[in-house]
């Protein structure tokens, strides 16, 4: 099985930065898609940024320029480092892999982290 591990949220003021987390453990060949999504306080879930397996990045119109998304593949760890932070990105923020398994094993399977709260105040 597969668990995803998110950590890094807190409160911060606005303009300040935070960097999160999220480590894989478990059965994984490789990650195909690894995406950080947000959902505020009464509204829907919305993606923030996604990187694929080639390095290709996506990032939501109000992020780009303050968040950078990376990933780690030797430690199956993605990161979302988060500058300029503002009161509207306060949300819970949750890590998304799309992976395989196994070497023998050709389909992929999606994954989805706890979430971790991130709280900007003004």
């Known amino acids: 099985q597969v668990q995803l591990v998110e950590s890094g949220g807190g409160l911060v003021q606005a303009g300040g930065s935070l960097r999160l987390s999220c480590a894989a453990s478990?059965?994984?060949?490789?990650?195909?898609?690894m995406g950080w999504y947000r959902q505020a306080l009464g509204k829907q879930r919305e993606l923030v940024a996604s990187?694929?397996?080639?390095?290709?990045?996506n990032y939501a119109d109000s992020v780009k320029g303050r968040f950078t998304i990376s990933t780690d593949n030797a430690k199956n760890t993605g990161y979302l480092q988060m500058n300029g932070l503002k009161p509207e990105d306060t949300a819970v923020y949750y890590c998304?892999?799309?992976?395989?398994?196994?070497?023998?094993?050709?389909?992929?399977?999606?994954?989805w982290g706890q979430g971790t709260q991130v709280t900007v105040s003004s």
């Open positions: 990187i694929s397996s080639g390095s290709s990045t």
């Open positions: 478990g059965s994984i060949f490789s990650i195909n898609v």
């Open positions: 998304k892999m799309v992976l395989r398994r196994s070497a023998y094993e050709i389909s992929s399977y999606v994954y």
